[in-house]
């Protein structure tokens, strides 16, 4: 290609689609080769992925391509572009202009554990203070959590996640809600059901599960207590929501409706109670100079509000897009005076961040609409045919404009490509118990992967691509979470795996002190010390 083509290649924004495997990263590290080639300074360049492990592999594979093209003097400068993640781009800009950002020059930036300890200071300082004359909106959400569980530490999550979007400052919208009405509705509907339960035969198993009910409207009449009466309702509704019976289904019916509005009005109002938290915490990291990824986000948007920094860099690259949240958006498109992004709604997983794939889509659609090229890359030899056809019929009819995979490689014969494990005791004292398949999913796990790697004969394909047999190495277990309802859940995987003689690697279990061998450790190294 030549250096006038190139640079006509490399002028224009460009949005690229990549489903897994198919060579995104090859695709930036490629292009930000070519910029660089075409005579564009390092230090005019801006590449923001979302972890510090993907910078470093980035900039590694950058360098490493430099280097193959003998770009040797342009690799040696490399160390002059950003490539990092976007809290520390955002950081870069704050410390260039820290008067016009109104930053501290000497800003600390606190990591998300620090964060967590600092506001966890603040709140502990305002709930003592809010407890002595609690509030109305207080007191009722007290009296719900107590419920379910700790109450303190709910109301800290509760005014973390404010923090979290404090970028959203408006207060929130309060409907009219005739709250004691209501709720002396659903008491009186609780009494009709207890009365048409009285006329139950005894050894009936409706009228021994309903109980509850029975209790809940014998502790209504001795007293009224508002806050207490709604909290033990929807624990009401909880508790007997396995309860099949046509009169207590249309009155759980009526409970989820009123839970809907009473969880809109209670949330209106405490959102102003928690919101003094966030000022609060605000105020702390303010005197002590400190600043946590939200505000280097929010405070790089107001800088690029007042100051216009485009001017800086010729060419912004974004891994990952679609884990983009909207205020990191408008910051790189503020920034970018050619932005190169490329991304796969698919594999959007940081929901729990303010990602939004639905982002991805609508910004992607308009720097086209704005003259982008769009490519796709689609092409992708990680897996199989036939985890690619099963994965393509998971999404196209939920997905729009959904993007394929192809070209996978042809599977091993005389195997599935996917193999869907049936639990050998999945029901409880009526339905399927998701207890009951936690309770013998370890066992039978751990026998197919024995089987599996004894017995089974399948195959799998190493680096080079060649098929051979499957050993413990080839694994993985995966966890959606690793502990449910205080029970770690790995440990009864490893006990299944340690008695059938399974080599294997625990990874991110939360019960560390809890092995065996740690605390055999730990007892060493205790009678050593004494």
Known sequence: ????????????????????????????????TDVVAA?????????????????????????????????????????????????????????????????????????????LRVFGRVFRRWVERKLMTP??????????????????????????????WRDFDAPWEKRHFEREARLLAMVAGAGGVAEMRAKLKPRERVFRESQPLQDFVDRTRRRWDADRVEGELLQLAYDLRWVKWDPWERLKEEIAGFRRDADADLAGGLRDELWEVVGLYQEEKRRAGQVDFMDLLLFA?????????????????????????????????????????????????????????RLYR?????MCAAGARREALTSSTRSTKTIQQFVNAAFEGRMPQYLPL???????????????????????????????????SPNAVAAFIEWLIKDSG??????????RGVDAGDVCILFRRFTNMGVDLTQEYVRCLEARAIPHLLVGSKSFHQREEVGTLRAALRAIEW
């Open 39 to 115: 005579g564009t300074p390092v230090d005019r360049i801006v590449a923001v992925t979302f972890t510090h492990a993907a910078a470093g592999n980035m900039k590694l594979r950058v360098r490493q391509e430099m280097e193959r093209r003998e770009m040797h003097e342009r690799a040696r400068e490399l160390d002059r572009a950003f490539i990092g993640t976007i809290h520390g781009f955002c950081a870069q800009l704050l410390r260039r202009r820290p008067v016009e950002a109104r930053v501290d020059p000497v800003f600390q930036e606190l990591a998300q554990a620090d964060a």
């Open 301 to 357: 948007r107001d800088l690029l509000e007042r100051v216009d920094l485009s001017a800086l860099y010729d060419h912004v690259f974004v891994d990952e897009f679609q884990d983009t949240d909207p205020l990191q958006a408008d910051i790189l498109r503020r920034v970018a005076a050619r932005l190169f992004v490329v991304g796969d709604p698919k594999q959007s997983i940081y929901r729990f961040r303010r990602a939004d794939a």
């Open 406 to 440: 192809e070209g996978g490689v042809e599977p091993a014969a005389g195997q599935p490509g996917i193999v869907a494990l049936p639990m050998p005791y999945p029901y409880g004292s009526r339905n399927v118990s998701k207890a009951r398949i936690l309770e013998c």
């Open 458 to 467: 399948w195959k799998v394909r190493d680096r080079a691509g060649e098929w």
């Open 135 to 164: 509030s109305p909106a207080m007191k009722r959400a007290f009296a719900r959590l107590t419920w379910s569980g700790d109450p303190l530490r709910q109301l800290r999550n509760a005014a973390w996640a404010l923090a979290e």
């Open 362 to 366: 609508r910004i992607s659609d308009e």
């Open 1 to 32: 290609m030549s250096g006038a083509s190139l640079r006509a290649h490399s002028g224009a924004d460009c949005v690229v689609e990549a489903s897994a495997g198919t060579g995104k990263t090859s695709k930036l590290v490629e292009r930000i």
